[in-house]
């Protein structure tokens, strides 16, 4: 996109409301369904990088809720979240005995980023635990749909 077109995208969005900072969630169904949720506000940087800091795993788990609500007002039955590439690798991982410091180094992460995918893996699977997280996957197949 031109830098005009960037600007003329930007400008609408302010006149319709929306912040000056943002993120968006992207979300992926099982049956390959897509969808977004998009969260903005006019908070200062300083404010809105605790907020988000503080907030960003349950707005992650809130983008599936939601995305599985408009789902079912369609008529689709309800499906969990599908897990990311990165949040599988990141429990397989964990399945394999391997520590949180270890599968960073491995996947050329930091800890905190590897935390952060295993908790919403855990959470997207309804799982209790990390280990009941890998019991889930393991037993829905999904080790063994991708390669890593």
Not at 5 to 18: K, L, P
Not at 34 to 47: C, F, H, K, Q, Y
Not at 112 to 121: E, N, S, Y
Request: proline share 2%; hydrophobic share 40%.
């Amino acid at each position: 996109l031109s830098d005009k077109a960037v600007r003329t995208f930007f400008g609408e969005a302010r006149e319709h409301g929306v912040g000056k900072h943002g993120v968006t969630f992207p979300v992926r169904g099982v049956d390959g369904d897509r969808g977004i949720l998009s969260v903005t506000s006019n908070e200062n940087a300083a404010a809105w990088q605790a907020f988000l800091k503080s907030e960003v795993r349950d707005f992650q788990h809130l983008a599936g809720e939601f995305h599985h609500a408009i789902g079912r007002m369609q008529g689709r039955p309800r499906h969990q979240t599908v897990c990311s590439d990165r949040e599988i690798e990141c429990l397989k991982w964990y399945a394999r005995g391997e520590k949180v410091k270890r599968t960073a180094e491995i996947l050329s992460l930091s800890p905190r980023t590897v935390r952060f995918h295993l908790d919403l893996a855990r959470a997207k699977l309804g799982a209790k635990s990390l280990a009941h997280a890998v019991a889930i996957a393991a037993e829905r197949g999904l080790f063994f749909q991708r390669r890593f």
